[in-house]
C-alpha cells in the first residue's frame, strides 16, 4: 500500500485527493460559466496536437486509458472528458496565479489536470515527446509572463483564507516578516507580482553559512529535504524502472565531463512550496560551466504507477529527462574538486534561472541562481574519490523528510 505524505511531498498538491477533485470541480464550473477567449499560445497547442498524428493519438488515448476507478467520482462530480476539456481548463488558468490554501496547496495546477492521464502508457509516451514538450515550454514561459506581472499581485493580500498575508498563511509562513525582505507597511508588503514574492530573500543573517573559512564543510544548496544518497554512479543505467537508478550519461546530458563523475556520489533533496527558491554555492570554487538544459516537464516512470503525487515519486527519474541546469565548480579544497550542482524542474517549476557565469569564483553560500514559481528537486555531484560524511540533521533521506536549512552543513569531506 502506498503511504501519501501530508499534503504530499513538498506540499505542492494535496494529500487527500479529494481536496483536488473539488479543486478541478471548482474550475470546470468556473470555466463553464466564464468562459474565456482562447489564448494564442494554447490554440497553437491544441492545433500542434491535432495535425500530428502521433500526439493525436497519444492525447486521445491518454484519457481513455485512465482506469475507471479514477475517471469515477463517487458524490457525482464534474470530471475531465479529454485533451480539448484539459486545454480549455489550461486556457483559464493562464491569467490565474495560485490562492494559498490551508486545506491543501494546489501549487501546480497543470499537474493536477493532467494528473491520472499523464500516468498512463499514453500519456508516459506523451510527455515524454520532445516536439510537444518545446510548445509546452511555450505554454510556461508564457504563464510565467503573467506570474512576473503586476496583475498577478492580487492574490497577495489578507484573505484569512486565500490570501498569502492572511491569517491561514501566517500560520502556515510563521515569522515571515522576521525571516524575509519585505515591508508589511506597503500594499503586497512591498512584493511587484506573484514571482516577485515566490523569489523572495532571506533578511541578512537568517540562513548563517556553517563554518565559511573550513573548504572540509560543504553546505546545503537549497532550502530542501534529503530525498537519498547513491554511491558508484553508473555511467549508463535503467533510470526508468523501479527504484530509478541515477544514469551518469543521460543526467549530465553526456557533457565532456561526464567521465570525471564515473563511480561518484550524489545527493538528491527536494523544495517545499512554501519555503525559499534560490540556490547558494555549496561550496567556495570557480564556476567552470553553466547552462541549462531543455527536457520534459511532467513526464513520470511509469514505474510508480499511478502516482497521485504527480512526478514527486519520480525525483531520481526526473534527474535524467527533465529540464535543469549543470553548474560546475572547481571548488577551492583540492579534496574536493570538480563538483556539479544540478537544479532539476519539475512539472510548472521548471524555469531554471542561472545568475552565475562560466570564470566566476564564488565564496560558500553565494547565490547561483533560483526556481520561478516555487521550486523542485537538486543534485550534488561529486567524484569518486571524494570522501564525505552526510548530515541529515537527525533524519533520514526520503519522501517524509523535512527541509533542511539552506546554508547548513550538509556533508564533510572525511580526509
Known amino acids: 500500500m502506498d503511504t501519501y505524505m501530508p499534503f504530499r511531498v513538498g506540499k505542492w498538491l494535496p494529500q487527500d485527493r479529494r481536496i483536488i477533485n473539488n479543486w478541478l470541480q471548482d474550475l470546470i464550473v468556473e470555466v463553464e460559466h466564464t468562459p474565456k477567449h482562447i489564448h494564442p499560445i494554447i490554440q497553437e497547442l491544441q492545433n500542434m496536437i491535432e495535425t500530428d498524428a502521433k ?5 486521445q488515448l491518454m484519457f481513455e486509458q485512465v482506469p475507471i476507478k479514477y475517471k469515477t467520482n463517487p458524490a457525482g462530480g464534474k470530471q475531465i472528458r479529454d485533451y480539448k476539456h484539459a486545454l480549455s481548463l489550461l486556457n483559464y488558468i493562464m491569467t490565474k496565479a495560485p490562492e494559498f490554501n490551508l486545506t491543501g496547496l494546489v501549487g501546480f495546477p497543470i499537474n493536477a489536470i493532467f494528473d491520472w492521464s499523464m500516468g498512463t502508457t499514453a500519456g508516459f509516451a506523451a510527455f515524454l515527446d520532445d516536439k510537444f514538450n ?5 505554454v510556461l514561459d508564457e504563464w510565467a509572463k503573467f506570474l512576473e506581472s503586476k496583475d ?5 493580500n489578507d484573505n484569512p483564507r486565500s490570501g498569502w498575508f492572511g491569517e491561514d498563511a501566517q500560520k502556515a509562513m510563521p515569522n515571515f516578516v522576521e525571516e524575509f525582505k519585505c515591508d508589511p507597511e506597503k500594499p503586497h508588503y512591498g512584493f511587484t507580482s506573484w514571482d516577485d514574492f515566490f523569489t523572495r530573500e ?4 537568517v540562513r548563517p553559512i556553517a563554518e565559511p573559512e573550513n573548504d572540509n564543510v560543504i553546505v546545503n544548496a537549497c532550502e530542501s529535504a534529503p530525498y537519498r544518497v547513491v554511491g558508484k554512479i553508473s555511467l549508463r543505467n535503467k533510470f526508468w524502472i523501479k527504484g530509478q537508478e541515477y544514469s551518469l550519461q543521460h543526467l549530465l546530458n553526456d557533457d565532456p565531463y561526464t567521465e570525471t563523475f564515473l563511480k561518484g556520489t550524489i545527493y538528491q533533496a527536494f523544495l517545499s512550496a512554501l519555503s525559499y527558491h534560490r540556490w547558494h554555492s555549496p561550496v567556495s570554487g570557480t564556476i567552470k560551466k553553466a547552462y541549462k538544459i531543455e527536457g520534459t516537464y511532467y513526464s513520470e516512470t511509469l514505474a510508480e504507477g499511478f502516482d497521485p503525487s504527480g512526478p514527486n515519486k519520480s525525483q531520481g527519474y526526473i534527474a535524467e529527462v527533465a529540464t535543469r541546469a549543470l553548474i560546475f565548480i572547481e571548488a577551492d ?4 574538486g570538480l563538483m556539479c550542482f544540478i537544479p532539476i524542474g519539475m512539472a ?13 569564483h564564488v565564496k ?12 523542485s528537486t537538486h543534485c550534488l555531484l561529486f567524484q569518486s574519490r571524494v570522501k564525505l560524511k552526510f548530515d541529515f540533521h537527525g533524519q533520514e533521506p526520503g519522501l517524509g523528510s523535512k527541509n533542511i536549512p539552506i546554508n547548513s552543513r550538509i556533508a564533510t569531506v572525511v580526509e
Open 55 to 59: 500526439l493525436f493519438m497519444l492525447f
Open 134 to 138: 518545446r510548445q509546452l515550454q511555450k
Open 152 to 156: 498577478s499581485a492580487y492574490v497577495l
Open 202 to 205: 532571506f533578511r541578512e543573517g
Open 333 to 336: 579544497n583540492p579534496e574536493i
Open 348 to 360: 510548472e517549476v521548471s524555469t531554471c534561472d542561472i545568475t552565475v557565469y562560466e570564470g566566476q
Open 364 to 375: 560558500k553560500g553565494d547565490q547561483l541562481g533560483m526556481f520561478h514559481f516555487g521550486g
